[in-house]
């Protein structure tokens, strides 16, 4: 379709869809890598880190330093063209550790707090299947460190999903206004009270080096889910990380929203991030352990920058979806690689399964693909993925297929309640745009009058998303419901 000029016919055969699933599935075989090679994997996941905030991709912020992630792009390969599944990160979680985008497995939205209704049914259930439920058969020790945030409720809980151990807060701590900290739980029990955030992220780290050194000396491979809360409000910074210009400037907020003190929290992260890859290197396990870093979002404008692509965390432009990511694994994975191949989070669940010998579930749509020859660099390995969706809670916003990425109207009735939030958020489109990301990686010059059968043949593949996976108005065939929840996920209580 490069010229714009395909039949819908050609078009959707190209696609490879089926009425299995949006994607006739590619590169899920059985697994053919070696057993003796299977690795341990370490997923790093940062909170609302944009684009643009780390200096391997060009941070623009002076103040920006990433030495230690700037060293595993170096030995390793960093994704250009990476997508989360959602601009939230409830979803995007969810997405990462089933492979399924969000309406498809259950967390359309994160749970909302003030609506006991809705943090009693919504979470990821248990007829999911996670990575680490997989590895768990495989034999593998399985632990989740840091931010859950999917689901209040004990049935949602890290522990029913494959991890051997959770230490952490369920959600994020508490942002805007200075008031304490988060209960801390140890598996399912709380153990420390009052937490605060500036305290947790150390032992975060503590508790993924002591896991691999546990799991070494008990000859077990091993994964780790790190769910950081850098660089996720409140916006408080440890001294020791903070210059005295940005230290002054925490004590004048107190934890609000600050871009000034931005940068000594992605420093921070940093740091933590040097001290597990120090710490794999000491223990000599660096030629058998893959570890994958990316984000669960774009940024929290105006802390952080999505630059040069357009909006941020809350909306579906690419500033939203488009994150940082990075994979490393001496040896396996070639040093210095920059992969402009589409990829996504949800590829992290059927590339670890085929590394570690396991087996794909075969009673369920897996929307992600096995992005390994692409990852490790395989001569002429290129993306399994022809086609990737927007979502905004339950509302379908964007269709992207190759260069091409198809707007949808929308107006204020389909927004999850975050949905006016954002840099250049779009409340209302009356027609849709389309952009050639290919030469307008900022979606800023619409072409959709020129280009009016690509935006015939995207609007169709949306149809297909919607009879699938649903829309803010109808519930689509393959679309997990919400257990005993009644009403419209979307809104908060009092919306209406």
Known sequence: MDNGHSSRRDFLKGMGLSA????????????????????????????????????CYNAKHRDIKTPNLDKMAQEGVRFTNWFSACSVCSPSRAALLTGRYPNRCGVPVPPTPTWPSHMENMGLQQEEVT????????????????????????????????????????????????????????????????????????????????????????????????????????????????????????????????????????????????????????????????????ADNGQWHPAGSAWPLRGSKFNTWEGGHRVPSLACWPGKIPPGQVCDQLATTMDYLPTITYLAGAKLPEDRVIDGQNIWPVMAGQRGAKTPHEVLFYYNGTNLQAVRSGKWKLHLPRDLRMLPWWGKAGKDTLVELDKPLLFNLEADIGEEHDVADQYPEVVQDLEGLAEKARQELGDWNRNGYDQRQLLDFHGDPNKRQDDK
Request: charged share 30%; aromatic share 14%; with cysteine.
């Open 20 to 55: 299995a699933g949006l994607v006739t599935p590619r590169c899920l075989e059985a697994c053919s890598f070696p057993a003796e090679k299977k690795p341990n994997f370490i997923i790093i996941f940062a909170d609302d880190l944009g684009y643009n905030d780390l200096v």
């Open 131 to 294: 990575i680490a439920e997989l590895l768990k058969e495989q034999g593998y020790a399985t632990a989740v460190y840091g931010k859950w945030h999917l689901g209040a409720a004990k049935k949602f809980f890290p522990l029913r999903h494959g991890f051997d151990e959770y230490y952490g807060s369920l959600e994020n701590f508490p942002v805007f206004h200075d008031h304490g900290g988060r209960d801390i739980l140890e598996g399912d029990e709380v153990v420390e009270k009052n937490v605060r955030f500036t305290d947790i992220h150390e032992r975060l780290t503590h508790r993924t080096i002591d896991f691999m050194k546990k799991s070494k000396e008990a000859n077990k491979r091993f994964f780790v889910y790190l769910a950081h809360y850098l660089v996720h409000g409140p916006w408080e910074i440890n001294r020791r990380f903070a210059t005295d210009a940005e230290w002054a400037e925490f004590q004048k907020t107190k934890g609000r929203m600050n871009a000034k003190v931005y940068p000594a929290m992605v420093r921070e992260l940093d740091w933590h991030c040097g001290e597990i890859f120090g710490a794999i290197k000491v223990m000599g396990l660096d030629d058998n352990t893959l570890v994958l870093f990316t």
